[in-house]
T-cell receptor, first 113, second 114 residues
Framework: GNSVTQMEGPVTLSEEAFLTINCTYT??????LFWYVQYPGEGLQLLLK?????DKGSNKGFEATYRKETTSFHLEKGSVQVSDSAVYFC????????????FGQGTTLQVKP | EPEVTQTPSHQVTQMGQEVILRCVPI?????FYWYRQILGQKVEFLVS????????KSEIFDDQFSVERPDGSNFTLKIRSTKLEDSAMYFC????????????FGEGSWLTVV
């Protein structure tokens, strides 16, 4: 079945550093891809999404491009802030487009002032 | 912005007791889900629900679990006889459709079984 692998965390960066969190997937068909963020003590919030190859999702300075040739959806941000400290989850829709999401392990990002 | 709301935010229960977690999905959404996240682990799918019936469930969703939409707004998850390993954050979610649409999550209900 469909699956997703994220880079291990935690990732610790200084404020204004460049962020990349790697996400690769295995899928049949054409899944939609998502990044969700979980701030401390809160639920899951959609950060961005892409529904077809070469789509770029973007929000709050974060970007990710749906790369079918490398089966990747890496999350990037040019300049992180302390307020970006959170757990980031890559996810994709399951095979058969049942609506179910399959999540990666999550990557904890800590940004220091 | 419309949101999925969940109650309670935190519940402590004794092993063997029944627990009901409640959710109010976004009003025009038709697909409803429960996920769970054991502390420090990935978010796992439990069940999806559409048109008043379960459309998919995972291996985790055994006979101890049930879901219900008792009225036009609430969506509940019942755990019949809780076990220690049921301790987790339970997320309710909803979406307009199942084809690539965004799934919106609630803030979660943290269940502690003692």
């Amino acid at each position: 079945g469909n699956s997703v692998t994220q880079m291990e965390g935690p990732v610790t960066l200084s404020e204004e550093a460049f962020l990349t969190i790697n996400c690769t997937y295995t899928a049949t068909g054409y899944p939609s891809l998502f990044w969700y963020v979980q701030y401390p003590g809160e639920g899951l919030q959609l950060l961005l999404k892409a529904t077809k190859a070469d789509d770029k999702g973007s929000n709050k300075g974060f970007e990710a491009t749906y790369r079918k040739e490398t089966t990747s959806f890496h999350l990037e941000k040019g300049s992180v802030q302390v307020s970006d400290s959170a757990v980031y989850f890559c996810a994709l829709t399951s095979e058969g487009n049942t609506g179910k999401l399959i999540f990666g392990q999550g990557t904890t990002l800590q940004v220091k002032p | 912005e419309p949101e999925v709301t969940q109650t309670p935010s935190h519940q402590v229960t004794q092993m063997g007791q029944e627990v009901i977690l409640r959710c109010v999905p976004i009003s025009n959404h038709l697909y409803f889900y429960w996920y769970r996240q054991i502390l420090g682990q990935k978010v796992e799918f439990l069940v999806s629900f559409y048109n008043n019936e379960i459309s998919e469930k995972s291996e985790i969703f055994d006979d101890q679990f049930s879901v219900e939409r008792p009225d036009g707004s609430n969506f509940t998850l019942k755990i019949r006889s809780t076990k220690l390993e049921d301790s987790a954050m339970y997320f309710c979610a909803s979406s307009v459709s199942r084809f690539g649409n965004t799934i919106y999550f609630g803030e979660g209900s943290w269940l502690t079984v003692v």
